[in-house]
């Protein structure tokens, strides 16, 4: 191998090696990737004329309008190699769609190339929309549409059905209007949150001296909230500097310190996390659609063919 | 600038056993969490068999010996007593995948010959009885890959320095994780063998 490399001149032996790499790359048979979730309706093959993307996509707002339940619609080439239940349960685990703790998600994907159909229940749902029912609707309703090549069709039909089947479920109210107000549970990470700050930095302040406390105090804030929390650097920054200030102003109370701080640390991070992955898909448009954050897919659904 | 330091290295050794020690809490209890969730859909597939035996038995009570594999199937499942205690203890865990893999066969073996008789297969119980159990083993499978990640990082985390010093501290052992049953039967490619079974289905549909 040193032989042959000290043999050929440099250009053909770098040649041949972008050769072999590309080659092998070409053999591997890679995974079919999860497609980002640009909308409500997201088309790969092409099939769905604008208008009746839209149409679809003003149908599925108002599901989620009216119930909180997100269904999107996912059309593919192909899934494999993969079967398209273990494609649809790693597409619904990094979509995340459904409310967080409710879990109302729906996602119909559509292996064009394979022909090959799957609906795919949240964990909420599994009680309204049970795999006799989607087994049902992709064999009696999907299928025969798309035999004929009459692809939106089926897709309405499937929708329609999956939607009367979820505005019979008594589900949490849809909060989608109310997305920019802050709910009980982000106030109470605030809350928590600055006391942890109080708390935690009189800690640090009784150990290390008022200035030197403070400031570890606010260098902790800062990268606790950037880095745990994915908070943005200014507003990190900003409660770096508030947790500074309290540290300096409040540091007196050192007995608090021992038992407070880490139960309290504990606690306000926790509901700091909580909030914030809840609390940061802020949108009253329903041009920017987004998941709900963290509805949880089982493997419920089924799955047919045509 | 000595108290300090001292103040410093205190806290240093505190939380490192001290993270280690949650971190292995929270991952086994991850680890119950995803246990109880494959436990359960293992339930919910056997609960599924009685409805599926009769369902046949209507249509092709002759073939004995396949409705009783998946009947005994059900029953050596059912005797095993599922407690947490099993994820300590290997040999438990391996007798309950056995038992499991054992249902998996009867019940493919029941499918495959419920393909020979076409009354059967339009039937509507038998279809809502298929999706269903088509259901079932999808969710056993997605609950069965959840258990392997918690285990996984788990053991990582019991294996690993410093937190194995932990782990060793209060006796948490690495937990048994699900092997692939029958390793050299599934290597080997199944044999079809349409000439007996046609001659069957041809006599089985009258």
Same mark, same amino acid.
């Given at each position: 191998m040193m032989l042959i490399a000290s043999v050929l001149p440099r250009s053909l032996l770098a040649w041949l090696v972008a050769a072999c790499l590309a080659l092998l790359s070409l053999c591997a048979q890679a995974e079919v990737a999860v497609p980002p #979730?640009?909308?409500r309706v997201v088309d790969?093959?092409?099939? #769905?004329?604008p208008q009746q993307t839209a149409a679809l996509t003003e149908k599925l707002a108002k599901l989620e309008a009216d119930k909180g339940s997100q269904l999107v619609v996912l059309l593919v080439p192909t899934t494999q190699p993969e079967d398209i239940a273990q494609y649809a349960i790693r597409v619904a685990e990094a979509w995340k769609l459904g409310r967080k703790g409710v879990d109302d998600g729906l996602i119909l994907i559509v292996a064009k190339n394979d022909r090959k159909t799957r609906i795919e229940v949240g964990r909420g749902l599994e009680g309204a929309v049970t795999d006799v029912q989607t087994s049902r609707i992709l064999r009696e309703e999907v299928s025969p549409h798309f035999r004929q090549g009459d692809f939106y069709g089926g897709i309405v039909s499937a929708v329609d059905h999956l939607s009367l089947l979820v505005r019979g479920e008594a589900l949490p109210p849809s909060q989608r209007q109310g997305r920019k107000h802050y709910r009980q549970d982000t106030i109470n990470g605030w809350i928590a949150g600055v006391l942890a700050a109080v708390v935690g930095g009189s800690f640090l302040v009784s150990m290390l001296g008022r200035w030197l406390g403070g400031a570890a105090t606010g260098g902790l804030a800062v990268l606790a909230t950037h880095l745990?929390?994915?908070?943005a650097w200014p507003f990190a920054i900003g409660l770096g500097a508030a947790a500074f200030l309290a540290a300096l102003i409040l540091g007196g109370a050192s007995g608090l310190g021992g038992w407070g701080g880490g139960g309290f640390g504990g606690f306000g991070g926790g509901g700091f996390g909580g909030s914030w992955s809840s609390g940061n898909d802020s949108s009253n448009d329903d041009d920017d659609f987004s998941g709900g954050g963290g509805g949880d897919f089982g493997g419920g659904g089924a799955s047919g063919d045509w | 600038m000595r108290k300090l330091a001292l103040t410093l290295a205190l806290t240093a050794t505190l939380l490192l056993s001290g993270c280690g020690y949650n971190q292995l809490q929270t991952q086994d209890e991850a680890i119950k969490a995803s246990w109880s969730e494959v436990v359960n859909q293992y339930q919910r597939r056997a609960d599924l068999v009685p409805n599926l035996v009769n369902v046949v038995k209507g249509y092709a009570k002759q073939e004995k010996d396949v409705l009783l594999g998946v009947t005994e199937a059900r029953a050596k499942v059912g005797s095993i007593q599922v407690t947490p205690e099993v994820l300590k203890d290997p040999q438990a865990f391996a007798k309950f995948q056995q038992a499991q893999a054992q249902m998996t066969s009867a019940l493919s073996r029941l499918l495959v010959v419920s393909e020979k008789y076409p009354e059967l297969k339009s039937d509507s119980v038998f279809r809502d009885l298929s999706a269903q159990l088509e259901g079932t083993e999808n969710r056993i499978t997605v609950a069965r890959n959840r258990y392997i990640k918690t285990v996984q990082e788990y053991n990582v985390t019991v294996r690993s320095f410093p937190t194995n010093l932990t782990a060793k501290m209060f006796d948490m052992q690495t937990k048994p994780n699900f092997t692939v049953e029958n390793e050299k039967a599934i290597s080997a490619a199944p044999k079809v063998d349409f000439g007996a079974d046609a001659a069957k289905g041809a006599s089985g549909a009258q």
């Open positions: #979730l640009t909308g790969l093959t092409g099939t #769905l004329a745990l929390f994915s908070l | -």
